[in-house]
Structure formats: structure tokens, C-alpha cells
């Protein structure tokens, strides 16, 4: 019994340890997206390309809050840390809901169509190949330590890569047929999605496992 109880240790605190890995990495990919993309944008003027890269601070607000929970994973602290980190988190999806609102609405009242920067591309395609490896990742990380905060960031891992999706759509749509406000209109879709996981997880109530709420 007790070698199945320190056998269940050695595990969680490899799986602790490959998340903090995991938050590292998002730590540090969101870090070098928003200094390049706002680095970018403040150079081209190009307002957009600040916005994605605002964005990415979001992000690695929350990037930073799981890796603090990931170090207080001691009995003692996890449950308190858990419930911090789904705070942040869940606050760091409702900032990034009132972005993606505020910029589409901005978009579609002034026409703007989408600003086809290479280094926007880039970035977005990056994002949008990275980004499902590192949430899925996360979700088997998250479901071995049954972490509900960690659950909740892989799913703004998620909503990364769709973001990412919803630009480069938006460039091809509006080089195809001219549907400047194909990019706005989806993105303001995935408002109310973002913006539902964050009430989620502000109340504990993320899904686990990729399946079942509580």
C-alpha cells in the first residue's frame, strides 16, 4: 500500500514537472509573439498587429499564473493555489473577450479590412501549428492532476490557435472575394464563447478530462 501510495507521488510530481514545462513554454512563445508583433506593428502602424500582440500579454498572464500553481502543488497549498490561478485565469478570458469584442466591433464600424502584414502571417501560422500540440499537452497533464485551472488554460491555449485561424480566414476572404468583415464577424462568434469560459472558470466550473462539467 505505502509503495502504491509513494508510486502515485513519483508520478504526479513528474506530471507537475512537465507541466511546469508546458507553462514555460507558453510563457515563453506568447513572450517572443507579442514583443515581435507589437515591435512590428508600432514600426508598419499598424494597429491590428499591436492588438495581436496585447493579446499574447493576456495570455501569458495566464501562462504565469499556472506555473506559480504548478510550484504550490504541495497537499497543503494545492487547493488554495488552484482556486488563485482559476481566478486569474478565468479573469484573463473575460480581458480577452472585451479585446476581441472592442476590436471587431471597432473593425466593422470603421470598415477595416484586415491588414495583410507577412510577419502577422507568420506569427499566426506559427500559432496556429504550435498551439493545439501545446493545449492537447496540457489536457493530459491537467487530467493526470486533475487540475481544474490547468484545464482552463489549455482551453485559452485553444482559443489562441482559433484566433490565429480567424486571421489568416479573414486575409484569405478578403483577398478572395473581398470579405473585409469576415474576420470581425468570427470573431465576434467566439465572444461569447470566451467570454463563457471565463465565467466558468471564475466559478470552478471547467470540464474535466475533456468531457464531463461538474
Same mark, same amino acid.
Given at each position: 500500500?505505502?509503495?502504491?501510495?509513494?508510486?502515485?507521488?513519483?508520478?504526479?510530481?513528474?506530471?507537475?514537472?512537465?507541466?511546469?514545462?508546458?507553462?514555460?513554454? *507558453?510563457? !515563453? #512563445?506568447?513572450?517572443?509573439?507579442?514583443?515581435?508583433?507589437?515591435?512590428?506593428?508600432?514600426?508598419?502602424?499598424?494597429?491590428?498587429?499591436?492588438?495581436?500582440?496585447? =493579446? &499574447?500579454?493576456?495570455? +501569458? *498572464? &495566464?501562462?504565469?499564473?499556472?506555473? #506559480?500553481?504548478?510550484?504550490? =502543488?504541495?497537499?497543503?497549498?494545492?487547493?488554495?493555489?488552484?482556486?488563485?490561478?482559476?481566478? +486569474?485565469?478565468?479573469? &484573463?478570458?473575460?480581458?480577452?473577450?472585451?479585446?476581441?469584442?472592442? =476590436?471587431?466591433?471597432? &473593425?466593422?464600424?470603421?470598415?477595416?479590412?484586415?491588414?495583410?502584414?507577412?510577419?502577422?502571417?507568420?506569427?499566426? *501560422?506559427?500559432?496556429?501549428?504550435?498551439?493545439?500540440?501545446?493545449?492537447?499537452?496540457?489536457?493530459?497533464?491537467?487530467?493526470?492532476?486533475?487540475?481544474?485551472?490547468?484545464?482552463?488554460?489549455?482551453?485559452?491555449?485553444?482559443?489562441?490557435?482559433?484566433?490565429?485561424?480567424?486571421?489568416?480566414?479573414?486575409?484569405?476572404?478578403?483577398?478572395?472575394?473581398? #470579405?473585409? #468583415?469576415? =474576420?470581425? +464577424?468570427?470573431?465576434?462568434?467566439? *465572444?461569447?464563447?470566451?467570454?463563457?469560459?471565463?465565467?466558468?472558470?471564475?466559478? !470552478?466550473?471547467?470540464?474535466?478530462?475533456?468531457?464531463?462539467?461538474?
Amino acid at each position: 500500500m505505502s509503495l502504491n501510495v509513494a508510486s502515485q507521488g513519483v508520478i504526479r510530481r513528474e506530471q507537475v514537472r512537465r507541466g511546469r514545462w508546458l507553462e514555460y513554454l *507558453t510563457i !515563453g #512563445w506568447n513572450s517572443l509573439e507579442g514583443i515581435i508583433a507589437v515591435s512590428a506593428g508600432l514600426a508598419a502602424g499598424s494597429i491590428a498587429l499591436v492588438g495581436f500582440g496585447l =493579446d &499574447s500579454v493576456i495570455e +501569458v *498572464t &495566464s501562462g504565469v499564473a499556472l506555473l #506559480w500553481r504548478l510550484h504550490m =502543488d504541495a497537499p497543503a497549498k494545492r487547493e488554495r493555489a488552484e482556486q488563485v490561478a482559476l481566478r +486569474v485565469v478565468g479573469l &484573463s478570458f473575460l480581458a480577452l473577450a472585451a479585446y476581441v469584442a472592442f =476590436d471587431a466591433l471597432k &473593425s466593422l464600424v470603421a470598415r477595416e479590412p484586415p491588414e495583410a502584414s507577412y510577419v502577422g502571417i507568420a506569427i499566426a *501560422t506559427l500559432s496556429l501549428l504550435v498551439m493545439p500540440l501545446l493545449a492537447r499537452a496540457k489536457r493530459v497533464v491537467a487530467a493526470k492532476i486533475n487540475s481544474r485551472a490547468m484545464r482552463a488554460d489549455s482551453r485559452q491555449t485553444d482559443i489562441c490557435a482559433y484566433l490565429s485561424a480567424i486571421l489568416l480566414g479573414g486575409l484569405i476572404l478578403n483577398a478572395l472575394f473581398g #470579405w473585409w #468583415w469576415a =474576420d470581425p +464577424v468570427a470573431a465576434l462568434v467566439m *465572444t461569447p464563447i470566451i467570454g463563457k469560459e471565463g465565467v466558468e472558470a471564475l466559478r !470552478g466550473e471547467t470540464c474535466r478530462d475533456g468531457g464531463d462539467c461538474h
